[in-house]
């Protein structure tokens, strides 16, 4: 309430500053490198490459302009270290990979640079644990939509890029909405 | 078309310093208050009549300024408990990273753990103990085995890496380095060179003589920490099972040793296990590879933080009954002040028939009344400032967990709407005041 307030008297002075300051170009810069892709199955909830498997992937609904965290379980069913280094999408000027601590009272995600996933291994990335980061998000996320994001994975030195549907779940929400289907 | 409010509006509130906004913030609260004055007094001089009124009636105008203050200082003493609390539990559970024990509830889990309320739980065996400390990520994993009590003080087992880590240097003597020796909390009733028989279980139950010949001598005490462990006594965790004939955990050969490496086959089980290690990412993969059927790892900060998400609920109740609290209050006192204006109402009809404007009237009154607010308001926060830290205090005494609460923003912007809030409310006083026939006061 007071936040919206006090943006509402900043407003006045932004009015002026957007006619003059000329709109930055927020295109992502996701270069297509020699990698392998993979893309959600027909149900949309499992995404899968070399035997890494993406399961669930979900966020919250979020305004244009804040932060985003998006959830998914991956389960390594290769014989080989995958290793998770952080994601891209569109719908956000950057993506990473965050471990929740505390610190002072309060919540706070922190970057990781990378997670190895050993072969055989199931990683979940899930509220107030490890999570992707969309930061500064580029629209609003509206509760029921689902976009797609990249999740960038390193195997054996090689790049490997898993698409995953993310679902958009409440604002409040604390796990996917099929959490605890089985996808085989 | 740019999108003013995300694309330019929400940067530039972004770009400010989180103090600059919670000052923002505060302006933003008074300024309904700082526009009524303006309007209410522009172009006029009522404050030298309002001085004199003050003076006139000081005693009931001090009452009115010290129900304000006590209301105010009050709420926002409590208030800022909450913030108090969460950090200082949060600082008590800074050095669990990682918990691994047997399923079940992680929060009765954290409970006993981390803040020493002992439950009875499952054991976890050697060769898991083995496996966790003998990770590769892991950088020492203590067995943590409470079940025991010295005169209210939980009697902990462990081993000496894990004293290290919760106090670092000790504040008094020497870590224990043979079976029978304790470290101390820098609040247990002992000193070091004290020795004691502990009891078996804690509480009224405790059985005291289940122990006996089993005596302890204290060697060292640690440094305050903050937390329920400055309660605690720690002694060797082979020392526990010993007192429980569990052996030590060691094959004869090394029977005296403190500490690990165990013998998984000797290992006769602890209700959970603190790991370290030296790397954030590496205490998500150890959550992640020992969350299995037969073991639960969790972070207690997690923990914490769902309990912390219910108390900042209770905050905001706690908040809008304070703020209601501090209206009734100034209600009352407006209703006082009501009967105050009688007490003056010759003078101010005296003003009425020598002509002064009705706007002047009005002026004086509301600024009466906004004076007892303000000044009740502004005293309220300097009580504050003592009463926080008195409730801070028996807080702490009650929990064990050291609670420095203060007040804080949040606290002040509280105030700030209160005053406004009210300082409308004043008008209402002022308008009663204009209602009162001209001629019949002036009789009176």
């Known amino acids: 309430m007071l936040k919206t307030l006090a943006l509402a008297f900043l407003f006045a002075a932004a009015v002026p500053l957007s006619l003059s300051v000329?709109?930055?170009?927020?295109?992502?810069?996701?270069?297509?490198?020699?990698?392998?892709?993979?893309?959600?199955d027909h149900s949309g909830h499992v995404s899968e490459a070399d035997g890494m498997r993406?399961?669930?992937?979900?966020?919250?609904?979020?305004?244009?302009?804040?932060?985003?965290?998006?959830?998914?379980?991956?389960?390594?069913?290769?014989?080989?270290?995958?290793?998770?280094?952080?994601?891209?999408?569109?719908?956000a000027k950057s993506v990473e990979l965050v471990g929740f601590m505390m610190k002072d009272g309060n919540d706070l995600y922190v970057p990781i640079a990378e997670m190895p996933i050993k072969a055989g291994q199931e990683m979940e990335l899930a509220p107030k644990s490890l999570a992707l980061r969309l930061n500064d998000l580029k629209d609003d996320l509206h509760k029921g939509e689902s976009f797609e994001m990249g999740l960038d994975?390193?195997?054996?030195?090689?790049?490997?890029?898993?698409?995953?549907?993310?679902?958009?779940?409440?604002?409040?929400?604390?796990?996917?909405?099929?959490?605890?289907h089985m996808h085989e | 078309?740019?999108?003013?409010?995300?694309?330019?509006?929400?940067?530039?509130?972004?770009?400010?310093?989180?103090?600059?906004?919670?000052?923002?913030?505060?302006?933003?609260?008074?300024?309904?208050?700082?526009?009524?004055?303006?309007?209410?007094?522009?172009?006029?001089?009522?404050?030298?009549?309002?001085?004199?009124?003050?003076?006139?009636?000081?005693?009931?105008?001090?009452?009115?300024?010290?129900?304000?203050?006590?209301?105010?200082?009050?709420?926002?003493?409590?208030?800022?408990?909450?913030?108090?609390?969460?950090?200082?539990?949060?600082?008590?559970?800074?050095?669990?990273?990682?918990?691994?024990?047997?399923p079940g509830s992680e929060i009765s889990n954290v409970m006993a753990t981390v803040y020493l309320q002992a439950s009875d739980m499952p054991l976890l065996d050697g060769k898991l103990y083995?496996?966790?400390?003998?990770?590769?990520?892991?950088?020492?994993?203590?067995?943590?085995?409470?079940?025991?009590?010295?005169?209210?003080?939980?009697?902990?087992?462990?081993?000496?890496?894990?004293?290290?880590?919760?106090?670092?240097?000790?504040?008094?003597?020497?870590?224990?380095?043979?079976?029978?020796?304790?470290v101390i909390g820098s609040n247990v009733d002992l000193d070091v060179g004290d020795r004691f028989t502990p009891a078996h279980g804690v509480g009224d139950s405790a059985d005291a003589g289940a122990h006996d010949g089993d005596v302890f001598k204290v060697v060292g005490r640690m440094r305050k920490t903050g937390s329920p462990w400055d309660k605690a006594i720690l002694v060797p965790v082979e020392a526990v099972w010993l007192v429980h004939g569990l052996g030590t955990g060691h094959r004869q050969a090394r029977s005296g040793q403190v500490g690990p490496p165990f013998d998984p086959e000797l290992f006769p089980g602890t209700p959970a296990i603190l790991v370290?290690?030296?790397?954030?990412?590496?205490?998500?993969?150890?959550?992640?590879?020992?969350?299995?059927?037969?073991?639960?790892?969790?972070?207690?900060?997690?923990v914490l933080s769902q309990l912390h998400g219910l108390l900042g609920d209770v905050r905001q109740v706690m908040s809008v009954m304070a703020v209601i609290t501090q209206v009734l209050v100034t209600a009352g006192v407006l209703t006082g002040l009501v009967i105050l204006t009688r007490l003056f109402s010759r003078r101010l009809a005296l003003l009425r028939a020598v002509g002064a404007p009705r706007r002047f009237l009005f002026a004086i009154v509301w600024s009466f009344a906004a004076t007892?607010?303000?000044?009740?308001?502004?005293?309220?926060?300097?009580?504050?400032?003592?009463?926080?830290?008195?409730?801070?205090?028996?807080?702490?005494?009650?929990?064990?967990?050291?609670?420095e609460a203060s007040l804080s923003w949040p606290e002040f912007h509280l105030v700030a709407l209160f005053v406004s809030f009210t300082i409308l409310l004043a008008m209402f006083p002022a308008f009663l005041a204009l209602r009162r026939p001209v001629v019949a006061d002036l009789r009176t």
Request: charge should be negative.
């Open chain 1, 153 to 180: 994975f390193v195997k054996d030195g090689k790049a490997v890029d898993i698409h995953v549907n993310v679902e958009v779940g409440a604002s409040n929400a604390t796990r996917h909405s099929h959490a605890g």
């Open chain 2, 130 to 182: 083995d496996e966790i400390a003998n990770h590769d990520q892991v950088a020492f994993a203590a067995p943590i085995a409470f079940g025991d009590s010295f005169a209210g003080h939980p009697v902990i087992g462990t081993t000496p890496e894990f004293m290290a880590h919760l106090s670092g240097d000790l504040g008094e003597g020497k870590a224990f380095a043979s079976h029978f020796e304790a």
């Open chain 2, 372 to 403: 007892l607010i303000g000044s009740g308001a502004l005293l309220g926060i300097l009580l504050g400032f003592a009463t926080t830290s008195v409730i801070s205090g028996i807080v702490s005494e009650r929990t064990d967990i050291l609670v």
């Open chain 2, 276 to 302: 370290h290690a030296d790397q954030l990412w590496a205490n998500y993969a150890l959550k992640s590879e020992f969350s299995r059927p037969n073991s639960m790892a969790y972070f207690p900060g997690a």
């Open chain 1, 54 to 91: 993406a399961v669930h992937a979900w966020t919250r609904a979020s305004h244009k302009g804040d932060n985003a965290l998006v959830f998914v379980t991956l389960q390594n069913r290769s014989h080989h270290l995958f290793t998770i280094k952080g994601g891209h999408s569109g719908k």
């Open chain 1, 22 to 40: 000329p709109d930055v170009a927020l295109a992502a810069s996701h270069e297509h490198e020699d990698h392998d892709h993979a893309h959600p």
């Open chain 2, 1 to 102: 078309m740019p999108d003013i409010y995300y694309d330019r509006l929400l940067p530039l509130w972004e770009a400010l310093s989180p103090d600059m906004q919670d000052g923002l913030l505060l302006l933003f609260s008074i300024l309904p208050c700082l526009m009524v004055g303006f309007i209410v007094t522009r172009g006029l001089k009522p404050f030298t009549l309002v001085k004199a009124m003050l003076w006139q009636f000081r005693w009931t105008n001090l009452v009115f300024v010290g129900l304000i203050a006590v209301s105010v200082a009050l709420g926002v003493g409590l208030i800022a408990q909450e913030r108090g609390l969460r950090r200082g539990t949060a600082k008590a559970a800074e050095k669990f990273d990682l918990i691994i024990a047997s």
